[in-house]
């Protein structure tokens, strides 16, 4: 797929997609947890690392996490709508 073509989706409006809202519903506060424990955020988190060579996209250091920039499209994350960030620049970014 050409990558306008991703960039251009990661501007369309999107909505979680179902199992996620199910997993919020059984899982209530502690949903995010096991989301992040799901085969497809491992993969989908590794693919992002990967893409940017595991660089931190701020300061260009060892990239640790990968940090949603929304949660509108949990379930089908494009890699523009995630972050790849080391661990000073991810608590930063949360005000840690
Ligand atoms: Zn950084
Ligand atoms: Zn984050």
Redesign the pocket.
């Given at each position: 797929m050409p990558r306008y073509q991703e960039e251009e989706d990661c501007r369309q409006k999107r909505q979680p997609l179902q199992w996620v809202l199910t997993l919020r519903e059984q899982f209530g506060t502690g949903w995010y947890d096991e989301y992040l424990r799901t085969p497809w955020w491992k993969n989908k988190r590794h693919q992002k690392l990967t893409s940017v060579n595991w660089r931190?996209e701020?300061?260009n250091?060892r990239a640790e996490q990968v940090h949603h920039k929304h949660y509108n499209s949990l379930g089908r994350e494009k890699n523009c709508d995630l972050e790849a960030?080391?661990d000073?620049?991810h608590n930063r970014e949360h005000g840690l």
């Open positions: 931190c701020r300061c250091a960030l080391c000073p620049c």
